[in-house]
């Protein structure tokens, strides 16, 4: 099956920091990946909709200036927690869509921790 | 608003016993309806999908149920395992090039030995 290799899978940050996080369609094309944020025992929430040479979508209450958004090649997205702080600690999960068959497909997910 | 609903929140079932997952969407123009499923600290990983122009799909001991008149559809996992113990969210949308999927709340299910 399609694989989206997300990195890096946890990581501990300083408050004040900036972070990224990378995700990668290993073995399709994906002109549209899609960020977002999740809660303990809840479901995912979109965060924005990244489109491969354009700007990215933001969801309403979504901050453009502190979660980065690019999407510079058709296998490649990455997110930038900017300014990171504990509030955004958070699991963080990528998702691409195959250009061939229009199925969404998700990374392994980024635990983010805020000190 | 929510626009697919489901439930139950959790679930517990019996090792071989049949756990079902169901869920509702109010777009009509919905048109590919996946099932993912989660364990703990990794990303959701796609189970099985229909499209509305069939009323069932299985896939192994995964079953899913599709009635387009109710717009509802359901996740029938047969001879449930303890290795089915996972969270399931069902998600709805419109497929091709605007395809932006919309969840569920999930569903963790818990299956004893």
């Known amino acids: 099956g399609a694989v989206v290799s997300q990195h890096p899978s946890r990581v501990i940050c300083k408050s004040g920091t900036s972070v990224k996080i990378e995700c990668r369609s290993l073995d399709f094309q994906a002109t549209t990946m899609f960020w977002y944020r999740q809660f303990p025992k809840q479901s995912l929430m979109l965060m924005a909709t990244?489109?491969?040479?354009?700007?990215?979508?933001?969801e309403q209450g979504v901050e453009k200036d502190k979660f980065l958004i690019n999407h510079a090649s058709l296998t490649l997205s990455t997110l930038t927690v900017t300014s990171a702080h504990p509030e955004d600690s958070s699991f963080y999960i990528c998702?691409?869509?195959?250009?061939?068959?229009?199925?969404?497909?998700f990374g392994q997910g980024t635990r983010l921790t805020v000190v | 608003q929510q626009q697919v609903k489901q439930s139950p929140q959790s679930l517990i079932v019996q090792k071989g016993g049949i756990s079902i997952i169901n869920c509702a969407y109010e777009?009509?123009?919905?048109?590919?309806f996946p099932w993912y499923q989660q364990f703990p600290g990794k990303g959701p990983a796609l189970l099985i999908a229909i499209r509305p122009d069939v009323s069932e799909k299985k896939e192994g001991r995964f079953t899913i149920s599709f009635n387009k008149s109710a717009k509802q559809f359901s996740l029938h996992i047969m001879d449930s395992q303890p290795g089915d113990s996972a969270t399931y969210f069902c998600a709805a949308g419109r497929s091709g090039g605007s395809y932006i999927p919309t969840f569920g709340r999930g569903t963790s299910l818990i299956v004893h030995p």
């Open positions: 990244s489109n491969e040479g354009s700007k990215a979508t933001y």
């Open positions: 777009n009509t123009a919905f048109d590919y």
């Open positions: 998702s691409a869509r195959d250009i061939g068959t229009g199925k969404a497909f």
